[in-house]
């Protein structure tokens, strides 16, 4: 692959990527026609947000090798980051019929059909990624997803269990796992996950919001509000927090709090809070 090249790999690995970039630019200044020099400086593109940049790049990496299935699998993701859903999933096809083992491009496409709302593609995708590749532990996890959404809560905490199993350190795991719960009454075991998944990222806000909505469920209300406090600290757009705590409030009879939170929740537009204040004659 050549020295710069594999230095411009672990560049992008420690996130340093500019220097990664720098040495991309020196593989192509000795070898033109580089392909996996191209790939990967545009995958750096990507990960900087530079779009343009990326597809520039596995464009030529694709005009020099036609059948480059990296470039074509890399080249869908910068679609379905820019919402281009439809070339983004003929660009995961073209991977796939050149490598039809093509495990990342399976599980790339499932993402995708995915977000199109197209669960009976996106399972065949993410069954087919974790055929090939039974320890895919994201395979489960963004399966267990759709199992979730299509109501089949008891088959999405099997997914997640696969995938707990297989990495004990994935929060969204964890978090998922617990909402899957909570749909089928298990509040005990929704906080008991969503704590986990707090533990392993402090950070993620849905886990805080989440607990928060099983602890107002079971009447514990001032630890709800907490919960929703931090999701707020985390991101002060969350309007479903927001929401949430209003409801809380409401709960604890402090009728005014409650609804300055339903204010919120409405201006950053949940029809749901717009329509309650509404009825009751209240503006935001």
Request: glycine share 8%; proline share 2%.
């Amino acid at each position: 692959m050549g020295a710069y090249n594999n230095r411009g790999l672990i560049y992008g690995i420690l996130n340093d990527n500019e220097q990664a970039i720098n040495d991309f630019n020196r593989a192509l200044k000795l070898k033109p026609k580089d392909t996996v020099a191209y790939n990967n400086r545009g995958t750096i593109y990507a990960k900087t947000g530079n779009y343009n940049q990326a597809l520039k790049d596995y464009n030529q990496a694709m005009k020099i090798d036609p059948k480059f299935e990296a470039a074509y699998n890399n080249r869908g993701l910068v679609y379905d980051d820019l919402g281009n859903y439809k070339e983004a999933i003929e660009d995961f096809n073209k991977a796939i019929s050149l490598n039809p083992k093509y495990i990342d491009a399976f599980y790339n496409r499932g993402n995708t059909y995915g977000r199109l709302r197209d669960h009976k593609q996106a399972l065949e995708d993410y069954g087919r990624a974790i055929e090939l590749y039974p320890q895919y532990a994201d395979a489960y996890v963004n399966r267990g997803s759709v199992y979730s959404d299509l109501g089949n809560y008891k088959q999405a905490i099997k997914d997640y269990d696969a995938a707990i199993e297989i990495n004990p350190q994935i929060a969204m795991a964890y978090n998922n796992r617990g909402f899957a719960h909570f749909a089928l009454g298990n509040n005990n075991q929704a906080i008991e996950d969503f704590t986990t998944a707090i533990k392993m990222d402090p950070k993620l806000e849905m886990a805080y919001n989440n607990r928060g909505v099983v602890y107002n469920k079971v009447g514990d209300h001032m630890r709800a509000i907490r919960d929703f406090d931090r999701a707020i600290e985390l991101n002060p757009q969350d309007a479903g927090a927001y929401g949430n705590r209003g409801l809380a409030y409401r709960n604890l009879g402090n009728i005014n709090q409650s609804t300055e939170d339903m204010k919120v929740a409405a201006r950053l537009g949940l029809k749901w809070f717009q329509d309650y204040l509404r009825e009751r004659g209240i503006t935001w």
